[in-house]
């Protein structure tokens, strides 16, 4: 199972406001095991950077002034993620901005069911309790002392971490477990296993002058020797 492991910065918190993507960040997971292919672009918002935005990112207009718009990058974006699940810490943001985007590129929408949300995970999870990506960090003992400003790829990076340790942490692929259900359906996923009758009994190798020479040996054993109740061959 591929998915892709998603972040971006922006210029604000409403594309329908003007606001634009500037930066994209992407990890990819198959089988929940990162592969070490990532996908990361800067993207001139053709529009000026609010200061409030800056104090988040730090993300400049000058920084951004040679970046390539959307429309350029579009296809190297859309090439990478696929039919992938897109897997986003609060992906009701990340995906409105992204779908205004690819609308204003004349692309298709992604659709709103191929994204997972983690940070409903983590509210579904710890009712109650922060769920930022930083208390993720904070429960979950992830380092993310590097992460001085918002930064779409660093924040995929610690996402995709955050991620695994929100479903449990496995590695379907390392889990031997999995597979020998599959293999041995007689096998139950608590591995309490019980050996099972075989479908038709193994013929006996007893031959037959080893069969008379033990009933030999029964009679003189007296008239009521305590093999005869165990014995089949009796």
């Not at 990532?38 to 104090?55: D, G, K, L, V, W």
């Amino acid at each position: 199972m591929r998915e892709i492991v998603l972040d971006t910065e922006t210029t604000g918190l409403d594309p329908e406001q003007g606001d634009r993507i500037v930066e994209i960040g992407a990890v990819e997971l198959v089988n929940h095991m990162p592969t070490g292919a990532t996908y990361h672009q800067y993207i001139n918002p053709q529009r000026s950077m609010p200061q409030e935005a800056f104090a988040v990112h730090g993300l400049g207009d000058e920084f951004l002034r040679d970046k390539p718009i959307f429309t350029n990058i579009a296809s190297d974006f859309v090439a990478f993620i696929g039919q992938s699940r897109l897997v986003i810490h609060n992906a009701a943001f990340d995906m409105k901005f992204l779908n205004a985007e690819l609308r204003w590129a004349d692309r298709p929408q992604i659709p709103r069911d191929q994204a997972l949300d983690t940070l409903a995970i983590a509210r579904k999870r710890f009712p109650g309790s922060p769920v930022s990506l930083d208390a993720l960090c904070r429960r979950f003992n992830i380092n993310n002392t590097a992460r001085t400003l918002h930064g779409a790829l660093l924040d995929s990076e610690i996402l995709a971490e955050v991620y695994l340790e929100l479903v449990g942490g496995r590695q379907p692929d390392l889990t031997l477990a999995s597979r020998e259900d599959t293999a041995h359906p007689s096998v139950s996923k608590s591995q309490d296993w019980r050996p099972v009758p075989r479908p038709a009994p193994l013929p006996s190798r007893v031959s037959e002058d080893e069969l008379t020479r033990h009933s030999e040996l029964i009679t003189h054993l007296g008239a009521a020797p305590v093999w005869k109740k165990f014995d089949p061959l009796t």
